[in-house]
């Protein structure tokens, strides 16, 4: 499957709220399926700045996959950030997870952490 990975665009929410709605991805997440848009357009849509999000797309800009980068910004923890993924069940056994793993790791070294 051929993909490339570029940032989070507004456009992507729709599918990012299905994808995340799924039962087999809400179940791996704090999200239900019941999740409406603007509950993933609160989490996905605005950041503070220390925030990176990413995306992995196929053909027709299809979303694959999410990869979320987070800084801390309370000053006592601003030397870690959390990392989180998540994989379009059709896409997974891919490769999709590391690639989104891999530019996670690497962002964060241009983040000001």
């Known amino acids: ?3 490339r990975i570029r940032p989070l665009l507004p456009q992507d929410i729709p599918q990012a709220n299905d994808m ?7 179940a ?3 999200a ?7 509950q993933t357009i609160s989490l996905l849509g605005g950041g503070e700045g220390k925030d990176h999000i ?3 797309v196929g053909s ?6 999410i990869g979320h980068l987070q800084a801390e910004t309370l000053p006592r923890y601003n030397h870690k ?3 989180g993924l998540l994989v379009a069940p059709a896409a997974q056994g891919q490769g999709i997870g590391r690639a ?3 530019m996670g790791t690497t962002k964060r070294d241009f983040v000001d952490l």
């Not at 239900?32 to 603007?38: H, I, S």
């Open 1 to 3: 499957m051929e993909y």
């Open 20 to 26: 995340r709605r799924d039962p087999r991805v809400a």
């Open 28 to 30: 791996t997440l704090t």
């Open 32 to 38: 239900l399926p019941t999740e409406r848009l603007e």
């Open 54 to 56: 990413f995306a992995a």
């Open 60 to 65: 027709g800009e299809t979303l694959l996959g």
């Open 81 to 83: 950030a959390s990392l």
């Open 100 to 102: 989104l793993l891999e």
